[in-house]
């Protein structure tokens, strides 16, 4: 049985991200036709290029649905007045394919303008999460590590 990464991402772009950057990302989230250039990572290598970041549909090893949304952050102008995109990814991903989604998460976050935590990583196998951490140098994984005792919260009874 093969194992499954539950992939979540939330950052925001630059308002003047570059034209062919943003034909990329939207080809990359199932809302355009394939560029002339692709180079958030080395697709041949791979078998060829694919929408790693479409969404819309339940996902395949985990509860919930894959979605993509790409928007304009109109109510959070950069002091400059321009409108920075708000991206957010939720995505299953095939563990022979994570590899080159990280490639492609870590092209994504060379281009963002959000630091510290952007999201998290979590395997279908032994239910491990991995926070996706930016910073100046790239991205890591951390793995999260539980402290103390676990809190319950239960809801009001009825």
């Known amino acids: 049985m093969s194992d499954y990464y539950d992939l979540f991402l939330a950052v925001d772009l630059p308002s003047d991200l570059p034209e062919p950057v943003l034909l990329e990302l939207r080809w990359l989230l199932g809302q355009a036709d394939t560029p002339a250039e692709l180079t958030a990572t080395d697709w041949e290598s791979w078998g060829g290029p694919w929408q790693a970041f479409d969404g819309g549909s339940a996902s395949h ?92 919260v239960t809801g009001p009874s009825r």
């Open 61 to 152: 090893a985990f509860e919930g649905a894959d979605v993509s949304l790409l928007v304009r952050a109109a109510d959070r102008p950069n002091l400059d007045g321009g409108e920075p995109w708000a991206l957010t990814v939720r995505t299953c991903v095939h563990e022979d394919d994570f590899g080159v989604t990280m490639d492609v998460v870590g092209w994504l976050l060379q281009h963002a303008t959000s630091h510290g935590w952007v999201g998290f990583v979590r395997d279908s196998g032994l239910g491990q999460v991995h926070h996706l951490v930016r910073h100046e140098d790239g991205f890591e994984l951390v793995e999260v590590q539980p402290v103390g005792r676990r809190k319950r």
